[in-house]
Structures are given as structure tokens and as C-alpha cells.
């Protein structure tokens, strides 16, 4: 499976925006897709997964109650809503598809291009 992600740009602290990753490929409905971010200087982390059909989420304390995931199998694409983003937000945010409901990267095969999310005022 190909991922592409989209959606980042700049906001404001407290600001919301919605990041997109869509897929290629009839398989997509069979991972599950985490999203991840890495801001500059720092190791990638993880933020948030969504199990294959949807009925299971997951955060990372740090966004867990502003951030929400979500997909849609029928349209190859899953969505990070991110909302009253805080300036320690700004990172580059990339999504990846696994067999595995992992949190650690090591465990996603798949990884589409990140997008820029910058939380400034």
C-alpha cells in the first residue's frame, strides 16, 4: 500500500486542522494506520493508531482528548482531527500502515511522505 499525507500548514495555538493520509491499493482496509510525528532535533513519536475497521483508537497521552483518528475504507483514507493545537504540536506528522497494533514505528511497513503542521502565533 501507498500512503500520501496532507493537510498540515500553519496555524494558531488553539487553532484545529485536519491532516489526511490517502491510500493506494485494494489492501487498505486490512491495516492498521498510525500516525506519527517528529519535530526537529527529536525522534519520531507516536500520536495516534485506528485499527482496520475503525472500532478501535488509540492516542498518545500527549494528544489523547485533542486529537482524533478516523477512516474511511470506502475512500482509501484515514484522518488525524486535530484540534486546540499547542505550539509543542509543530512537528512533521507522517502516517503508516501495519499488520500490527503496535505503537513503535518499527512495527508499520508502510509510510507515506509527512506534512508540515507549524503551531505558532
Known amino acids: 500500500v501507498q500512503l500520501q499525507a496532507s493537510g498540515g500548514g500553519l496555524a494558531q495555538p488553539g487553532d484545529s486542522l485536519r491532516l489526511s493520509c490517502s491510500a493506494s491499493?485494494?489492501?487498505?482496509?486490512?491495516?492498521?494506520i498510525g500516525w506519527f510525528r517528529q519535530a526537529p532535533g527529536k525522534e519520531r513519536e507516536f500520536v495516534s493508531r485506528?485499527?482496520?475497521?475503525?472500532?478501535?483508537?488509540y492516542y498518545a497521552d500527549s494528544v489523547n482528548g485533542r486529537f482524533t483518528v478516523s477512516r474511511d475504507n470506502d475512500k482509501n483514507t484515514a484522518y488525524l482531527q486535530m484540534n486546540s493545537l499547542k505550539p509543542e504540536d509543530t512537528a512533521v506528522y507522517y502516517c503508516a500502515a501495519s499488520n500490527y497494533r503496535h505503537s513503535h514505528p518499527r512495527f508499520y511497513d508502510f509510510w507515506g511522505q509527512g506534512t508540515l503542521v507549524t503551531v505558532s502565533s
Open positions: 491499493g485494494r489492501t487498505f482496509s486490512t491495516y492498521y
Open positions: 485506528i485499527s482496520a475497521t475503525g472500532s478501535a483508537t
